[in-house]
């Protein structure tokens, strides 16, 4: 029996995954620009580095302390150092630490948002993201990684392509204009850590051979 994620996990991918289970495919009419569909997006990865140091009066104590949001900024700028145009990248975009002005920081947190083009890479940036936060830049911190979210990428393959090819000729067919094919950085919008049933599609698209009706559910 297929497992779909509960309504705390995310209703509204929990309504999705429902009603998509009983078609062989399903058209996410959300795209970049129009007359245009995404045959391939990158995946998302996010992660939370939860950083522990030691806290302190900034005057009084300032060489006794580990300043947690100092040793975070040495993290965020090695993982941004990782990223690759066309390959994996590693966007810190939110730090939260600190109380006051004149108290050094014992604790941090950084959200990562990891995109992947391909299956295979989630494993090697997983595997980036913990060697950097074991890595201790200023000494005397610990940190933990959690996954908070994870949607795999949807490839481009004979699949993804085969549906785009049924969809242009549905659209054609009924003189609705030309349709072109992109690729594009983005992650699909349901990004769950549960996430994986919704991706295979086009595999169930080619394996039905044609599409033969187009239901928007609103």
């Given at each position: 029996?297929?497992?779909?994620?509960?309504?705390?996990?995310?209703?509204?991918?929990?309504?999705?995954?429902?009603?998509?289970?009983?078609?062989?495919?399903?058209?996410?009419?959300?795209?970049?620009?129009?007359?245009?569909?995404?045959?391939s997006?990158?995946?998302?990865?996010?992660?939370?580095?939860?950083?522990?140091?030691?806290?302190?009066?900034?005057?009084?104590?300032?060489?006794?302390?580990?300043?947690?949001?100092?040793?975070?900024?040495?993290?965020?700028?090695?993982?941004?150092?990782?990223?690759?145009?066309?390959?994996?990248?590693?966007?810190?975009?939110?730090?939260?630490?600190?109380?006051?002005?004149n108290?050094?920081?014992?604790?941090?947190?950084?959200?990562?948002?990891?995109r992947v083009?391909?299956?295979?890479?989630?494993?090697?940036?997983?595997?980036?993201?913990?060697?950097?936060?074991e890595?201790?830049?200023?000494g005397?911190?610990?940190?933990?990684?959690?996954?908070?979210?994870?949607?795999?990428?949807?490839?481009?393959?004979p699949?993804?392509?085969?549906l785009?090819?049924?969809l242009?000729?549905?659209?054609?067919?009924?003189?609705?204009?030309s349709?072109?094919?992109?690729?594009?950085?983005?992650?699909?919008?349901?990004?769950?850590?549960?996430?994986?049933?919704?991706?295979?599609?086009?595999?169930?698209?080619?394996?039905?051979?044609?599409?033969?009706?187009?239901?928007?559910t609103?």
């Amino acid at each position: 029996m297929r497992k779909y994620p509960t309504p705390r996990a995310g209703r509204t991918n929990w309504i999705v995954l429902r009603i998509t289970a009983q078609f062989p495919c399903a058209i996410n009419c959300e795209t970049s620009e129009k007359d245009e569909v995404v045959i391939s997006r990158k995946g998302i990865l996010k992660y939370r580095i939860d950083i522990t140091g030691v806290g302190g009066h900034s005057g009084i104590h300032y060489f006794e302390c580990k300043n947690a949001v100092a040793e975070a900024a040495h993290k965020v700028v090695a993982l941004s150092e990782k990223s690759a145009l066309g390959g994996i990248t590693y966007s810190c975009n939110i730090m939260q630490g600190g109380i006051l002005p004149n108290i050094v920081p014992d604790h941090c947190s950084v959200t990562i948002d990891v995109r992947v083009p391909r299956h295979a890479q989630q494993a090697e940036s997983e595997k980036t993201v913990r060697q950097i936060a074991e890595t201790g830049f200023i000494g005397g911190t610990s940190a933990t990684v959690t996954c908070i979210g994870r949607c795999p990428p949807m490839e481009k393959n004979p699949a993804t392509r085969a549906l785009f090819e049924n969809l242009l000729a549905v659209c054609r067919k009924y003189g609705l204009g030309s349709l072109a094919p992109v690729e594009s950085a983005a992650a699909l919008i349901l990004a769950t850590p549960r996430q994986s049933a919704f991706l295979p599609f086009a595999e169930w698209a080619a394996a039905a051979n044609s599409v033969t009706q187009i239901k928007n559910t609103y």
